[in-house]
Protein backbone atom coordinates (compact mmCIF):
# COMPACT_ATOMS: atom_id res chain seq x y z
CA UNK A 1 0.00 0.00 0.00
CA UNK A 2 1.06 3.33 -1.11
CA UNK A 3 2.26 5.47 2.23
CA UNK A 4 0.11 8.71 3.12
CA UNK A 5 1.65 11.93 2.56
CA UNK A 6 2.07 13.48 6.13
CA UNK A 7 1.84 16.81 4.97
CA UNK A 8 -1.57 16.71 2.47
CA UNK A 9 -3.28 13.99 4.96
CA UNK A 10 -4.12 16.83 8.27
CA UNK A 11 -7.47 17.47 7.18
CA UNK A 12 -7.09 21.26 6.04
CA UNK A 13 -4.59 20.76 3.93
CA UNK A 14 -6.49 17.57 2.05
CA UNK A 15 -9.61 20.48 1.55
CA UNK A 16 -7.10 22.65 0.23
CA UNK A 17 -4.83 20.45 -2.19
CA UNK A 18 -8.86 18.95 -3.65
CA UNK A 19 -9.61 22.45 -4.05
CA UNK A 20 -6.20 23.49 -5.78
CA UNK A 21 -6.15 20.24 -7.83
CA UNK A 22 -9.65 21.30 -9.72
CA UNK A 23 -8.05 24.09 -11.71
CA UNK A 24 -6.30 24.11 -14.69
CA UNK A 25 -2.31 24.16 -14.72
CA UNK A 26 -0.89 27.84 -14.15
CA UNK A 27 -4.33 29.06 -12.70
CA UNK A 28 -4.59 29.48 -8.62
CA UNK A 29 -7.37 30.83 -6.54
CA UNK A 30 -7.45 33.76 -4.36
CA UNK A 31 -7.14 33.70 -0.53
CA UNK A 32 -10.58 34.92 -0.22
CA UNK A 33 -12.43 32.23 -1.98
CA UNK A 34 -10.09 29.37 -0.78
CA UNK A 35 -11.03 30.62 2.76
CA UNK A 36 -14.81 30.37 1.86
CA UNK A 37 -14.21 26.93 0.28
CA UNK A 38 -11.95 25.42 2.58
CA UNK A 39 -14.33 27.57 5.97
CA UNK A 40 -11.25 28.10 7.53
CA UNK A 41 -10.38 31.50 9.38
CA UNK A 42 -7.41 33.84 8.29
CA UNK A 43 -4.92 32.65 10.41
CA UNK A 44 -5.02 28.95 10.02
CA UNK A 45 -5.69 29.19 6.06
CA UNK A 46 -3.03 31.15 6.18
CA UNK A 47 -0.55 28.87 8.83
CA UNK A 48 -1.49 25.28 6.46
CA UNK A 49 -0.41 27.53 3.32
CA UNK A 50 2.92 28.34 4.63
CA UNK A 51 3.02 24.74 5.11
CA UNK A 52 2.28 23.66 1.87
CA UNK A 53 4.75 26.49 0.16
CA UNK A 54 7.17 24.91 2.33
CA UNK A 55 6.67 21.47 1.30
CA UNK A 56 7.04 22.63 -2.22
CA UNK A 57 3.40 21.89 -2.86
CA UNK A 58 1.90 25.37 -3.72
CA UNK A 59 3.01 28.79 -5.33
CA UNK A 60 2.28 31.97 -3.20
CA UNK A 61 1.82 35.16 -5.38
CA UNK A 62 1.13 38.94 -3.42
CA UNK A 63 0.20 41.07 -5.43
CA UNK A 64 -2.41 44.75 -5.20
CA UNK A 65 -5.27 45.22 -7.17
CA UNK A 66 -5.31 48.75 -6.60
CA UNK A 67 -5.22 49.31 -2.82
CA UNK A 68 -6.15 45.92 -1.98
CA UNK A 69 -3.71 43.46 -1.33
CA UNK A 70 -4.79 39.82 -3.31
CA UNK A 71 -3.35 36.32 -2.39
CA UNK A 72 -3.44 34.02 -5.14
CA UNK A 73 -2.47 30.40 -3.97
CA UNK A 74 -1.69 27.84 -7.43
CA UNK A 75 -0.59 24.27 -6.93
CA UNK A 76 2.94 23.38 -8.28
CA UNK A 77 3.47 20.19 -10.03
CA UNK A 78 4.95 18.66 -7.18
CA UNK A 79 1.55 19.75 -4.89
CA UNK A 80 -0.52 17.86 -7.93
CA UNK A 81 1.96 14.63 -7.71
CA UNK A 82 1.98 14.76 -3.88
CA UNK A 83 -2.14 15.12 -3.82
CA UNK A 84 -2.79 12.19 -6.36
CA UNK A 85 -0.65 9.95 -4.90
CA UNK A 86 -2.52 10.57 -1.77
CA UNK A 87 -5.56 9.71 -3.51
CA UNK A 88 -4.39 6.82 -4.80
CA UNK A 89 -3.49 5.70 -0.92
CA UNK A 90 -7.20 6.17 -0.34
CA UNK A 91 -8.34 4.11 -2.72
CA UNK A 92 -6.42 1.69 -2.07
CA UNK A 93 -7.88 0.91 1.11
CA UNK A 94 -11.82 1.80 -0.30
CA UNK A 95 -10.52 -1.14 -2.95
CA UNK A 96 -8.87 -3.61 -0.23
CA UNK A 97 -12.33 -3.45 2.45
CA UNK A 98 -14.69 -4.24 -0.43
Known amino acids: ?7 IH ?7 MAA ?3 LPTGVGLEF ?6 TGATDGNLGAHIETLSKAGYVDIKKAFNGKRPQTTIKPTVRGRTAFARHVESLKEIIGSTR
Do not use: C, G, Y
Not at 2 to 7: G, K, T
Not at 10 to 16: A, G, M, T, Y
Not at 32 to 37: E, G, P
Open 20 to 22: LST
Open 10 to 16: QSLRLRI
Open 32 to 37: THLRRL
Open 1 to 7: MAPFDEI
